[in-house]
């Protein structure tokens, strides 16, 4: 325990250092004004369904934050540490593979949760500013930042798992947005058969289809069964990376 | 200290290390030597458990460093070939983690921090970032890093690469201090420097285990110990020719021949009897010019050459 908090203090420090980091949270700050700002003008102009939370996770701008974060901020993880060699200081002085790996998963977690303050910000500014006037259902939001939080958790275990397969960082960045993507594609393909009417992809679809879980999620629908299959996931994908980490070791 | 016991690693189509054993003793200076390429850096990984032996097994201080890895990883000092360091780090703050890492705190660690930054010659550097360091600094740094928690062994995978002469003999100096109370193994290209320093050479080459011995024993071994320098002025072919009947020569070289006539032979010559009498009179006895007549003691360098490459002596 004592080996982790020393790792994760190390690790924390560096991801608030690197200048990649601010440059991530600029990026997605901008990004995540923008849809809030769309959103605001969206109920501004017409009268429509749907809230400020609801127009706000189902835009575009949205989504390109969710693509763009993982791969930045879990590219450099595995890979750096490889290129440079300092992984074999770091495993030959006594610390485990697995506190190796807790430790830089649950920084990335922390950096993450700190990349969706700002978002959270405009929503209590904007209630602020407009005194109540305009109501923010509180389900909604709790919902929001659920499902951001829990897809997240998965999306970095996958950021960890291709940062570990590379020491090239470009490359490890590549491979977590071709999964991520792909496992988004998968979960739309999945609505679409079931849209279908392909009675059998319904239920799977409650548990595959990112883009159904934000939706429900943002209106303030929380499911357990999403929280379920991305929490189990993330277990999966961790241990895959050890074993990645601990096999590369039996090889080279 | 170390025990290894029929150490093997092998790679995807070729086998580095090859059924190696050997032992350390407590205390010993231990010089681990091989040409480029010979399974080095693999033996001194698996020592410090980075990697995973094909078969065979290790044990340091007692612990087996699979079975007990963290125990046996406490009691090492390892520095890795090319010492990598987190770049984005400044000294100071390198140390206290690594030191932090192996289990020191408090008031302890910040004297022993001190300490070995005195020892290594960081303390002026302690700030700067480690990626502005030159090389030789970052040796340093690296070095500070293996001593940070007094391990009884030190394993040091070319710490003097890349020095200048200056720093590669502060590291030997440096070396010898701590031999006398670490027990410590160092693979080097630097052969006078392992002369001066080590108990005791260890040879390996194509992963194989050639020798193991003083460095005195192995050059007294030697069957083609020493050779002897000649400048005469003559002609060199009916020299050579003359000089090869000679008994105890084993080969003769031409080295070089000045414009006005002088020839430099270096001759090698076998370990038990001196020719330099011998040479002389065929000198006298031929009317050949002699101004230099000298013979040079066999050194790490012969026994490493002929160990390593034995069909070619
Ligand atoms: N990851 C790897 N995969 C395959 N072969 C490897 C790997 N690492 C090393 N080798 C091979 O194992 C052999 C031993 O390499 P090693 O690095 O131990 O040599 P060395 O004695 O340290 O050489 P040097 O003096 O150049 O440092 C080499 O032939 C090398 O090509
Ligand atoms: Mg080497």
């Given at each position: 325990?004592?080996?982790f908090?020393?790792?994760?203090?190390?690790?924390?420090?560096?991801?608030?250092?690197?200048?990649?980091?601010?440059?991530?949270l600029?990026?997605?700050?901008?990004?995540?004004?923008?849809?809030?700002?769309?959103?605001?003008?969206?109920?501004?102009?017409?009268?429509?369904?749907g809230?400020?939370?609801?127009?706000?996770?189902n835009s575009?701008?949205?989504?390109?934050?969710?693509?763009?974060i993982?791969?930045?901020?879990?590219?450099?993880?595995?890979?750096?540490?490889q290129?440079?060699?300092?992984?074999?200081t770091?495993?030959?002085?006594?610390?485990?593979?697995?506190?190796?790996?807790f430790?830089?998963?649950?920084?990335?977690?922390?950096?993450?949760?700190?990349?969706?303050?700002?978002?959270?910000?405009?929503?209590?500014?904007?209630?602020?500013i407009?005194?109540?006037m305009t109501e923010?259902?509180?389900?909604?939001?709790?919902?929001?930042?659920?499902i951001?939080?829990t897809?997240?958790l998965?999306?970095?275990?996958?950021?960890c798992?291709?940062?570990?397969?590379?020491?090239?960082?470009?490359?490890?960045a590549?491979?977590?947005?071709?999964?991520?993507l792909?496992?988004?594609?998968?979960?739309?393909?999945?609505?679409y058969?079931?849209?279908?009417?392909?009675q059998?992809?319904?239920?799977?679809?409650?548990y595959?289809?990112?883009?159904?879980?934000?939706?429900s999620?943002?209106?303030?629908?929380?499911?357990?069964?999403?929280?379920?299959y991305y929490?189990?996931?993330?277990a999966?994908?961790?241990?895959?990376?050890?074993?990645?980490?601990?096999?590369?070791?039996?090889?080279? | 200290?170390?025990?290894?016991?029929?150490?093997?690693?092998?790679?995807?189509g070729?086998?580095?290390?090859?059924?190696?054993s050997?032992?350390?003793?407590?205390?010993?200076?231990?010089?681990?030597?091989?040409?480029?390429?010979?399974?080095?850096?693999?033996?001194?990984?698996?020592?410090?458990?980075?990697?995973?032996?094909?078969?065979?097994?290790?044990?340091?201080?007692?612990?087996?460093?699979f079975?007990?890895?963290?125990?046996?990883?406490?009691?090492?000092?390892?520095?890795?070939?090319?010492?990598?360091?987190?770049?984005?780090?400044r000294?100071?703050?390198?140390?206290?983690?690594?030191?932090?890492?192996k289990?020191?705190?408090?008031?302890?660690?910040?004297?022993?921090?001190?300490?070995?930054?005195?020892?290594?010659?960081v303390?002026?550097?302690?700030?700067?970032?480690?990626?502005?360091?030159?090389?030789?600094?970052?040796?340093r740094?690296?070095?500070?890093?293996?001593l940070?928690?007094?391990?009884?062994?030190l394993i040091?995978?070319?710490?003097?690469?890349?020095?200048?002469?200056?720093?590669?003999?502060?590291v030997?100096?440096?070396?010898?201090?701590?031999?006398?109370?670490?027990?410590?193994?160092?693979?080097?290209?630097?052969?006078?420097?392992?002369?001066?320093?080590?108990?005791?050479?260890?040879?390996i080459?194509?992963?194989?285990?050639r020798?193991?011995?003083?460095?005195?024993?192995?050059?007294?071994?030697?069957?083609?110990a020493?050779?002897?320098?000649?400048e005469?002025?003559?002609?060199?072919?009916?020299?050579?020719?003359?000089?090869?009947?000679?008994?105890?020569?084993?080969k003769?070289?031409?080295?070089?021949?000045?414009?006005?006539?002088?020839?430099?032979?270096?001759?090698?010559?076998?370990?038990?009897?001196?020719?330099?009498?011998?040479?002389?009179?065929?000198?006298?006895?031929?009317?050949?010019?002699?101004?230099?007549?000298?013979?040079?003691?066999?050194?790490?360098?012969?026994?490493?050459?002929?160990?390593?490459?034995?069909?070619?002596?």
């Open positions: 325990m004592r080996t908090r020393i790792l994760l203090a190390k690790e924390l420090r560096s991801f608030f250092l690197s200048p990649i980091a601010y440059v991530v600029a990026l997605v700050m901008l990004f995540n004004g923008v849809a809030f700002y769309a959103s605001v003008r969206i109920l501004q102009t017409a009268p429509s369904e809230s400020l939370v609801t127009w706000t996770f575009p701008w949205f989504y390109l934050s969710y693509f763009t993982f791969p930045l901020i879990t590219m450099r993880l595995f890979s750096e540490e290129k440079l060699g300092t992984i074999e770091l495993l030959t002085a006594p610390v485990r593979t697995t506190e190796m790996i430790s830089k998963y649950v920084a990335t977690v922390i950096f993450y949760c700190v990349l969706w303050l700002p978002s959270l910000l405009n929503f209590c500014v904007f209630q602020w407009t005194r109540g923010i259902p509180t389900g909604q939001l709790i919902g929001s930042y659920t951001v939080l897809m997240g998965f999306n970095i275990a996958i950021g798992f291709a940062s570990s397969l590379t020491k090239n960082q470009i490359v490890a590549i491979l977590s947005f071709s999964m991520i792909l496992h988004f594609l998968l979960g739309a393909f999945m609505l058969l079931s849209g279908q009417n392909n059998q992809f319904a239920e799977l679809t409650s595959f289809a990112s883009i159904q879980h934000i939706k999620f943002a209106s303030g629908l929380i499911d357990t069964r999403p929280i379920i929490v189990s996931f993330t999966l994908v961790l241990s895959l990376t050890h074993q990645v980490l601990d096999f590369r070791r039996w090889k080279t | 200290m170390i025990d290894v016991k029929n150490l093997t690693k092998r790679y995807v070729r086998t580095a290390v090859d059924n190696i050997f032992q350390v003793g407590q205390g010993e200076i231990v010089g681990f030597l091989g040409p480029n390429g010979a399974g080095k850096t693999t033996t001194l990984r698996m020592l410090t458990s980075y990697l995973p032996p094909s078969s065979g097994t290790v044990s340091i201080a007692g612990f087996d460093v079975r007990d890895s963290l125990k046996a990883r406490k009691q090492i000092g390892y520095m890795p070939e090319n010492v990598p360091l987190y770049e984005d780090m000294v100071k703050e390198y140390l206290y983690f690594r030191a932090k890492l289990g020191l705190s408090g008031k302890d660690m910040r004297e022993r921090i001190g300490k070995v930054m005195d020892r290594c010659g303390t002026d550097v302690r700030k700067k970032m480690i990626s502005s360091l030159s090389k030789g600094y970052r040796q740094v690296g070095l500070a890093d293996t940070v928690h007094a391990p009884q062994l040091l995978d070319e710490p003097t690469n890349g020095l200048d002469p200056n720093q590669i003999r502060q030997r100096e440096l070396v010898k201090e701590l031999g006398r109370d670490h027990t410590i193994l160092i693979s080097t290209h630097i052969l006078p420097e392992v002369e001066a320093t080590c108990d005791r050479v260890i040879i080459s194509e992963g194989k285990l020798a193991s011995d003083t460095p005195q024993n192995l050059v007294n071994r030697l069957r083609t020493g050779t002897v320098s000649l005469v002025k003559t002609d060199p072919a009916a020299a050579t020719e003359k000089m090869k009947k000679v008994v105890g020569v084993r003769v070289a031409k080295d070089s021949v000045s414009e006005d006539g002088w020839c430099r032979f270096t001759l090698r010559v076998e370990a038990t009897c001196d020719v330099r009498e011998e040479l002389y009179n065929m000198a006298a006895a031929n009317h050949w010019p002699l101004r230099e007549l000298a013979r040079h003691n066999a050194t790490l360098e012969d026994v490493f050459v002929e160990v390593t490459q034995a069909e070619q002596v």
